[in-house]
């Protein structure tokens, strides 16, 4: 199946920083998703991505998140201010046009010190 | 969205049929049913996804009553790498996922 990448795979951050995550999707996509899973815990939904705007969000997706997609193929999320409890796997997901199953990358682990 | 109950663990043998239901009581008209496999700090995976009765591909069936307010993911002789969490879930094709908390496979040799 079609891939998406994420970049980096791991990173550790010092609580304050900003982080970007990276996911690269195939182009012809038309909604994007981001999620999260922090350890032991269940894949909590963020914010989904459609048209380039953003098309539903969370309560977890404050106004310390933000995703872009700025080169019409990369999509980013960003952490203004990480804090020790945004330390979780960070899950990408696309969806096709006019399917309904989605296809996860494999994550960014984020570690917040 | 409707909201989805599964069992939280189930545990198995090498070779054995698995089956898992889960159910959603509450499925709208337009929802379709969608089995999704994790593996410990990986990205869910697509496992098969139905409407209505039986769906089958490589790796699993789903059978889906006619009310559709249950499914059943059927895995035929499932071996030790089958170890993971099932997500059932319902939606449409715009829809968020949304995860519960799936169900823990445990196949022992």
């Known amino acids: 199946e079609p891939e998406v990448t994420q970049t980096p795979s791991h990173q550790v951050t010092q609580m304050g920083q900003e982080v970007i995550l990276r996911c690269v999707p195939i182009?012809?996509?038309?909604?994007f998703y981001w999620y999260r899973q922090i350890l032991g815990q269940k894949v909590e939904f963020l914010v989904s991505?459609?048209?380039?705007?953003?098309?539903?969000k969370s309560e977890i997706f404050d106004d310390q998140f933000s995703v872009e997609r700025p080169d019409g193929s990369n999509f980013t999320l960003k952490i203004r201010s990480t804090k020790l409890e945004d330390s979780a796997m960070y899950f990408c997901?696309?969806?096709?046009?006019?399917?309904?199953?989605?296809?996860f990358g494999q994550g960014t682990r984020l570690t917040v010190v | 969205l409707a909201k989805t109950t599964q069992p939280i663990s189930m545990d198995s043998y090498e070779g054995q049929e698995v089956n898992i239901t889960c159910s959603h009581n509450?499925?709208?008209?337009?929802?379709?049913i969608t089995w999704y496999q994790q593996f410990p700090s990986q990205g869910p995976r697509f496992i098969i996804q139905?409407?209505?009765t039986k769906v089958t591909n490589e790796v699993a069936s789903l059978f889906i009553p006619a009310d559709r307010k249950s499914s059943t993911l059927s895995l035929p002789r499932v071996s030790l790498s089958d170890t993971a969490v099932y997500y059932c879930?319902?939606?449409?094709?715009?829809?968020?996922?949304?995860f519960g908390t799936g169900t823990l496979l445990a196949v022992q040799p």
């Open positions: 997901a696309r969806r096709d046009r006019g399917l309904t199953e989605a296809f």
């Open positions: 182009s012809n996509h038309l909604y």
């Open positions: 991505f459609y048209n380039n705007e953003i098309s539903e």
């Open positions: 509450n499925i709208a008209t337009n929802d379709y």
């Open positions: 139905g409407y209505k």
């Open positions: 879930l319902c939606g449409g094709a715009t829809n968020k996922l949304i």
